[in-house]
């Protein structure tokens, strides 16, 4: 039986509606941000709460502000994602439940 996560996170991979991955995201360094995710995810205990999957170009003039990531289900979204941010993210608002402020996209 399939432990149904708590959180479900999808992480802007630059792939555009050609389908090719040549966005801002991508060119940013979004493959290496969703492995690092991963990574934190299993060290942290979490791969029961957290499911990662990558995505295709958010678009909406969010794109500059990249690499992007949005949880669900509550729908946060977050922008200029880096290594460190995740750290940040993963302990505030994965094992906290609080928001990180300063990378909020849309609130």
Known sequence: MMIKPKYHV??????KCNGKKEGICANRGSKNIFDKLEQLIISN??????LI?????FRNHI?????????????TWYGGVT??????????HFMYGKVVDKYLLID
């Open 10 to 15: 999808f992480i802007c991979d630059g792939t």
């Open 45 to 50: 205990n979490l791969s029961e709460y957290v």
């Open 53 to 57: 999957s990558s995505c295709g170009c």
């Open 63 to 75: 794109s500059e502000r990249g690499p992007n990531m949005v949880i669900y289900p509550e729908g």
């Open 83 to 92: 290594l460190l941010a995740l750290e940040e993210i993963v302990k505030s």
